[in-house]
Structure formats: C-alpha cells, structure tokens
C-alpha cells in the first residue's frame, strides 16, 4: 500500500483563480513527479524532483510551478487557472537510485476549470 | 529516445476468456519494464514488473516476460474477470545515479463483461 496522498481530490474553480494542488508522502523518497492524464488517458510527465530544493520541468510544457522544501511535500500551483487546466493530475514518488525501483502514485487530483 | 508502444483499446472480453496486451519498446540501454493498472477514480498502482532480460514478472494471475530480443513484455491472463476492467499501461525505465527517466505507454482499457 503506498502512502502518497493527494488533495483535492476533486476541485472546480473559476478562470483566473490560483490553485494549489497538494501531494505529501510519507515513504521518505526522494524522487516525487507530477504527470497530466488527459481524457485520452496517456500520461505526461509536467515536473519532477530529485530531492529538496531540486525541481525540472517535465516532458509536456505546463504553465504550473512546483516546489520542494521538504522531503515529503512535493505541491503543484497554477496562478491563473484556465479552462484548458482541466484535467487529471498525478502525483508519484520513487525511492533509490535504481531503474527498477516501482513508482508510487497518489489517487489523483480532478481539476475542472470552467 | 526511449518509446512504449502499446495497443490501442478498448478491449472487450467476455469473463474466463484469455488476455493478451501487446506492448513493445525501444531504448538505448537496459531498461526496467513494468505494467501499472488504474482503476476507474483511482491513480495508477504496479501491477508487476521486470528488471532484465527473461525475468518473469507475475501478480494476481497477470504475467509477463521480458523478452530482449524481440523489445516486448505482453501482459496475458489466463481467465479474466469482471474486477479486472480497468486500464493497463506498460512502461520502461532506464538510467542510473540520480536520473532515471521513465516512459509510459498510451494505456489499454480493458472492458470484461459478464
């Protein structure tokens, strides 16, 4: 069972409002991402993170910013949210520094921008 | 760069019959594989994985190989079920030290009726 937790679950918002979308673990790993599911269901990875003060953009351009001051605590902003933000965000965390190592992925966050 | 290739769904099987998800790879090194399942509201969690070449990787009756020679891991079940409707996707990792990147697939949705 992974200890990734993620909140909202489930948030509708207004155009222009900021977001903040939570994500905190309690596995001590050090690795934590941030991936967009579309409808369409294919992943892309927005941001990671290979430890405290260490953060990169991802495959997929995304105007959110990330940040990560403490090991567990890995959350995602978007200052003005807009209507092409809907979507599925999923946070994940990995252990180590072996490419076989599982990820660990949270339940998810539904965000609807209207 | 590294791809997962998997084919497209939905899926539709009748309960007991067999399951095969065709997935395939490139990559510049030796990768780890994987199968994540997400189910329906939920984020994604590992279903079984491989970290070299002929490994076997194997839970709740699901089982793949990791087969070099022909870049594929297939996901088969012998008897599916109706609880096993979900989403499959194959993904790789590769890298070492701090870096491992990891690359999903499109995902396959599997419907099993009754």
């Known amino acids: 069972e992974a200890d990734i937790y993620q909140t909202p679950r489930y948030l509708v918002i207004g155009t222009g409002k900021k977001i903040t979308l939570e994500c905190s673990q309690t596995?001590?790993?050090?690795?934590m991402y941030w991936y967009q599911q579309d409808p369409g269901m294919e992943l892309h990875l927005i941001h990671y993170?290979?430890?405290?003060?260490?953060?990169e953009k991802g495959d997929l351009s995304s105007e959110s910013t990330v940040s990560r001051i403490r090991t567990e605590h890995f959350p995602l902003t978007l200052e003005s949210a807009r209507p092409s933000h809907t979507s599925q965000y999923l946070c994940?965390?990995?252990?180590?520094?072996?490419?076989?190592?599982?990820?660990?992925f949270g339940e998810g966050s539904w965000l609807t921008v209207v | 760069g590294d791809s997962v290739t998997q084919m497209e769904g939905p899926v539709t099987l009748s309960e007991e019959a067999f399951l095969t998800i065709n997935c395939t790879y490139t990559?510049?090194?030796?990768?780890?594989l994987f199968w994540y399942v997400q189910y329906p509201g939920e984020g994604l969690q590992l279903l079984l994985k491989a970290t070299k070449a002929d490994d076997k990787g194997s839970n709740k009756g699901f089982e793949a190989t990791y087969r070099k020679e022909t870049t594929s891991f297939h996901l088969e079940k012998g008897s599916v079920q109706v609880s096993d409707s979900a989403v499959y996707f194959c993904?790789?990792?590769?890298?070492?030290?701090?870096?491992?990147?990891?690359?999903f697939g499109i995902g396959t949705k599997l419907q099993v009726i009754p």
């Open positions: 596995m001590g790993h050090d690795k």
């Open positions: 994940a965390s990995r252990v180590g520094a072996g490419a076989g190592n599982t990820i660990y």
């Open positions: 990559a510049t090194g030796y990768p780890s």
């Open positions: 993170s290979y430890g405290v003060n260490s953060t």
């Open positions: 993904a790789l990792s590769e890298g070492s030290g701090g870096y491992q990147k990891v690359t």
